[in-house]
Structure formats: C-alpha cells, structure tokens
C-alpha cells in the first residue's frame, strides 16, 4: 500500500493555506514603492515624518473617531485600504536627487496609473506630481509628491478616494480650509483602447 | 419388600425427589443476605452546599475573580491608549495628505499665473 505518497501530499496540502497566508501578508506589507529608498531619504533628512496604516490599523482606528469633529475623517477612510505618508525635511537642498523623484515616480507610471498633474522646476528641486489610479472607471488610489528644495513629502492612498472628500475635511486637523481647489481635479480621462475592447468586434 | 422389578428409571426419579425436597435454610443465612444488600445499595453521601466549601476554597474563587477584573481594566485600558495613538496617526496622515494637496494647488496656481515650465493633465481653475 503507497501510504508515503498519500501522506506527503496530505501535508503538502495542508501547509498551502499556511504560506498563502504567508504571500498574502508579505504583498500586504510591501510599499508601492521602493522601502529602501524610505531609509534612504530618512537617513539624510533631519527631521522625517513616516505613517503607514493599513486596512487593520484604519479599522482599529475608526473605533476610537468617536469625536464629533472626526466624522469625516472617520467617512473617508471608512472606504480606505491603506494610508501611506512619508515626509523628510532636510538641513540643505540637494539631499535627494533627480534619479530618487525618478525612481519613485516609476511605479505609477504604468498600469492603472494616470497623471493628473505634472510640475517640473528647473533644477528638479520643486517638482509636484498627482497621479490617479482608476479601476473600471472608478478612483482607487491615489499619489501625491510633492518636492521642495529642503522638502519631499510622499503621499500614497489606496483606496476609493477623491479631492473633493478631502475638500470635506479641509479646515479640520490642521487643514488650510482653502483646499476647495480640489474640487476641480479631474479625473484622468477614459482609456480609449478600453472602450474599443468592450465595443467588441465589428 | 422385594426390589427385583425396580427399574434403573424408578431410581433416577427417587435421587431426583430426594435432591428436590425442600429444606430449610442453613443458619444465618437471611442475616448474611442481608448484610450484603445493605452494603451494596449503601446510599452515596449528599454534596456539600456550596456555602459550606472550605475556606480555601473561597480564598482561590475571590482570588480569581479580582485577577480577572483587574486584569479586563488593565486591558481596557491598553486597548483605549493603543487605540487613541491609532486615531492620532489617522488624523496626522490625514493633515499631511491635505497640506500636501494644498501645497501643490498652490505650486501650480502661482505656476499658471506667471509664465512656468508646468504641465498639468485635467486640472481646471474654479
């Protein structure tokens, strides 16, 4: 009787939910871009500023937005599947190069990723960047850099979100409350190529 | 009284009266059956009221019970200050995401209103 055989693919099957589970939590855990350059920038920076909440921390902290004034913080990353936030302050300009911006912008450069607004300085020392990420028509990211000459904030959201629920918290948590601006972000327009394809053949 | 025509059969029947006959029982024999009944349905002694457990007894259950509030407090109360720097962060990564937003509307509003190397995709001016 092969009971060897039987047994070793009992196991095998039995230890699958386990290192999906393991996969599932190391994609879950990667950044949408490049950790090392997080240490990178952190290492020159004088000050830096790093949030990462995922789905389970957003959660968790929903729990204790009991406030009155939190109500629509709370709304909006009731939809969210993670907040990611990096901000480095530097001593002198020039601590991060034109190649970092570069390297960073690359992951959003393809796929489901639009840029909304591009702005580039001469010396690439006060470039602004928003990209959008659309899925069947609807936002479900989006990405915000922001460079200066003794600055660089990084802001990644992933989730459905747009300017205008971040117009409805301007005022609020320190917010300028001139963020109507954001309203009239649009969005990325549709992809032609996909609208050939649902056309279908003629 | 001659026994010649007795038959093998008459014997049989007569060891078998005899054996069968009744008798009396042998001495004491009611008091020993009685004795062993006695013994095994002995009735099981009743449990204890909980009110009359030992000292000790209390001791442990009120020993528990406060480890067990005390303890459900102190998580309560790990919970509640994990739970407030959590909303702290939200609300950081939430400024920061519309001080950011902010800072680049106003880069682009001071790019569009003097002559700048900008290029913007979708962005209307209110």
């Not at chain 1, 939590?25 to 500023?49: E, G, H, I, M």
């Not at chain 1, 899925?135 to 459905?160: H, T």
């Not at chain 2, 009396?24 to 909980?50: E, I, L, T």
């Amino acid at each position: 009787m092969k009971i060897k055989p039987i047994l070793s693919l009992t196991l095998l099957f039995a230890a699958l939910p386990f290192f999906g589970a393991r996969f599932a939590a190391a994609q879950a855990d990667q950044l949408p871009f490049p950790d090392v350059l997080s240490k990178q920038l952190a290492a020159r920076a004088s000050n830096y500023t790093e949030v990462t909440l995922d789905r389970k921390m957003l959660d968790f902290a929903s729990h204790f937005m009991d406030n009155e004034n939190d109500a629509e913080g709370k709304r909006i990353i009731a939809k969210l599947r993670g907040i990611y936030v990096r901000t480095y302050e530097f001593d002198k300009p020039g601590e991060y190069t034109a190649a970092d911006l570069e390297q960073i912008r690359a992951h959003f450069e393809s796929g489901d990723w639009s840029p909304i607004v591009k702005s580039r300085s001469k010396n690439d020392t006060d470039d602004s960047d928003i990209y959008m990420k659309t899925v069947n028509g609807e936002i479900q990211g989006m990405f915000i850099l922001n460079a200066e000459p003794k600055e660089l904030d990084i802001v990644y959201i992933d989730g459905p979100i747009r300017p205008e629920d971040l117009e409805g918290i301007s005022g609020n948590f320190g917010i300028p409350s001139n963020l109507g601006g954001a309203k009239t972000i649009a969005p990325p327009p549709p992809n032609p190529m996909l609208q050939n394809r649902k056309a279908g053949p003629q | 009284m001659d026994n010649r025509n007795d038959t093998p059969i008459d014997d049989f029947e007569q060891h078998l009266r005899d054996q069968l006959a009744p008798r009396s029982a042998p001495a004491g024999f009611a008091d020993r059956v009685m004795a062993r009944a006695k013994v095994r349905v002995a009735p099981q002694p009743r449990p204890r009221p909980f009110f009359l457990l030992p000292l000790w007894s209390w001791t442990a259950v009120a020993a528990l019970l406060v480890v067990a509030v005390f303890g459900g407090i102190e998580h309560d109360r790990r919970q509640r200050i994990e739970g407030e720097r959590a909303r702290a962060q939200v609300l950081l990564a939430l400024r920061i995401t519309g001080t950011t937003l902010h800072d680049v509307q106003q880069k682009i509003s001071t790019e569009e209103n003097t002559p700048a190397h900008s290029e913007s995709t979708g962005f209307e001016k209110r």
